[in-house]
């Protein structure tokens, strides 16, 4: 990591925990990180140990089967698999052939500890070269770190891939580390039916019943959205 870069994480380890409390300092400062480069320095090993597999522990079981007794799938893709507990907890029900996406070191050496099958790509900036097409497309709570100018690529992206998307974004005011792009429903389902995708708001409605009461993370039940070629 760049001094500059150092000087800048000090600083704000030393701000009054108010001010590093505001929204938009917190994105501000993202932005400049991502901007300069360091997007190992946002989602590093810690942001995967704290932030993100408490809530993936807790929740990809009744997820993944969800989408296994709903689709039955033999290939699933999961763009912004992080640090791949989906694809473990569809990989116990039988789902062997999945590849997962993420442009993070630490989220990418997790998921290769854990013998899935991986490869380095930054949705905002990467070509995916592949010719491969999967039953099933997951993206959860990834959309909402990409820059808004990347986003009509990343929806190309998921609808090139496969005729049925799994999808959660966070919502306006759902904030977190990294949330560069929070918008509502709406926003996206337009998106989708753009690509002629069409939101499932039976199939919504009965997973969220569901997920309820397994405990899934509130978050992945609230922002949960189906699409459908």
């Known amino acids: ?123 905002a900036t990467d070509q995916f070269l592949y010719s491969a097409f999967y039953d099933v497309a997951i993206s959860m709570e990834t959309a909402e770190h990409l820059p808004e100018n990347s986003v009509d690529n990343y929806i190309s992206l998921l609808c090139s891939l496969a005729p049925l998307i799994v999808f959660t974004a966070a919502r306006p005011g759902q904030n977190g580390i990294g949330h560069l792009n929070e918008q509502s429903p709406e926003y996206w389902i337009e998106k989708f039916k753009s690509h002629n995708l069409q939101l499932d708001e039976t199939l919504v409605s009965r997973w969220q019943t569901d997920w309820k009461a397994a405990g899934v993370s509130d978050f992945y039940t609230r922002n949960l959205m189906i699409f459908r070629r």
């Not at 925990?17 to 480069?37: D, E, F, S, V, Y």
């Not at 997007?39 to 089967?65: C, F, H, K, N, W």
């Open 1 to 123: 990591m760049s001094t500059f870069l150092i000087t800048l994480k000090g600083i704000c380890h030393f701000l009054p925990p108010q001010i590093r409390a505001n929204t938009w300092l917190q994105k501000t400062g993202t932005r400049l990180l991502l901007q300069c480069g360091a997007l190992d320095a946002v989602y590093s090993a810690r942001y995967y140990q704290t932030m993100v597999e408490p809530y993936s522990r807790r929740s990809v079981g009744p997820i993944a089967r969800s989408i296994e007794n709903s689709f039955h799938p033999q290939s699933v893709i999961d763009v912004g698999c992080g640090s791949g507990a989906l694809l473990v907890a569809l990989r116990k029900l039988g789902i062997r052939n999945s590849l997962g996406l993420d442009c993070s070191e630490a989220a990418l050496d997790i998921a290769r500890a854990r013998g899935l099958d991986t490869r380095k790509f930054d949705i």
